[in-house]
């Protein structure tokens, strides 16, 4: 028999210091709604030092406190945007990639993988710190998603290894992708496929459990973002440590 447990959201977080940076795409309990959250972590005052902000079409990371602003070039970003029938969220610049790819043809099932393949992970050596992505696909009232890793080979830098992940939704379930396994010197990749968790219904629920359970000293911002299947009606919620 195979693996058919599926986590709890509070479970995972509480008890893992330093995912990093994390996704989550999902279904919400009642079968009505999309769901996504994606969270920044940080270990240095750089990192820390950052906020979500919403503008039309996407989100963006901003600076907090810009004369602390060190180096830009990997923390701020666009985390999501938007096309007419997708959602784009992942920790990185090649939120951008995926878009461009995608909005020259919105019928291409596959832009999402011909634009990872054109990236690699980061160049933060020692860690080199994955590239996670997810696209939400809407169609009919419904939704499929997907989601992708780019690491290094085990920390071999000269390698890197593409994960893709292509799901249906079902109504209560969601999958749940980070950088990194836990906190280390060098931090240790994400390894094996995204975690099954459980959904709740509401956008403020989803809010709830993954920043209520986020360590309290690396946690930096994050956002959630449903839509309603039927109405196409979304709601979001963004929370900055920093306001």
Known sequence: MGNYNTNDIASLLSTNEYPGRG????????????????????????????????YEGGMRTKAFDESKLSDPSLIIYNPYLALDCSDIITNGDQTDTIFNFAKQDESDFYAFEKALT?????????????????????????FTYKMSILKSADGDDSVCNRYFFNYSPRSGHGHFIHTY??????????????????????????????????????????FVRTVNLETKQAEEIIINKNN
């Open 23 to 54: 996704i989550i795409i999902g279904k919400s309990a009642d079968g009505k709604s999309a769901m996504i959250a994606y969270f920044i972590m940080g270990r240095s005052e750089n990192s820390r030092n950052r906020i979500f902000e919403r």
């Open 181 to 222: 396994e836990h906190d280390g010197n060098p931090i240790p990749s994400f390894m094996g496929e995204p975690e099954k968790v459980i959904m709740p219904n509401t956008a403020k629920e989803l809010a709830d459990v993954v920043w209520n359970n986020l360590n309290e000293n690396n946690k930096v911002s994050l």
């Open 118 to 142: 054109t990236r690699e992970f980061e160049p933060d050596s020692p860690n080199f710190t994955p590239r996670i992505s997810g696209m939400l696909y809407y169609k009919n009232n419904d």
